[in-house]
């Protein structure tokens, strides 16, 4: 079994930047690929971007060049640095984890309002 923490949603104005963490309690983490999804108000669950262990990354047409997907698999945790946020952005955002099954996290809320 997987748990999944995410931290670091909240408000921000257009134009701003959050940095999103992923805790995993998963038991060998490094061979999980790890990835984060949004889903906003009456729309389907997207994904956003996903990590391999060795770090190879992919991401929606609609954030790349603005958002950055990391890991550190000595910490457990996955990151998503998101920059030039706009108001379409916002969404419940879920890390996942995927190896055989896939895990979800319970979701932190991103806000782009002025």
């Known amino acids: 079994q997987v748990q999944l923490v995410e931290s670091g949603g909240g408000l921000v104005q257009p134009g701003g930047s959050l940095r999103l963490s992923c805790a995993a309690s998963a038991p060998i983490f490094s061979e999980y690929i790890m990835a984060w999804y949004r889903q906003a108000p009456g729309k389907q669950r997207e994904l956003v971007a996903h990590?391999?262990?060795?770090?190879?990354?992919n991401y929606a047409d609609s954030v790349r060049d603005r958002f950055t997907i990391s890991r550190d698999n000595a910490k457990n945790t996955v990151y998503l640095q998101m920059n030039s946020l706009k108001p379409e952005d916002t969404a419940v955002y879920y890390c996942a984890a995927s190896r055989i099954f896939t895990y979800w996290g319970q979701g932190t809320q991103v806000t782009v309002s002025s």
């Open positions: 990590i391999t262990s060795p770090g190879s990354t």
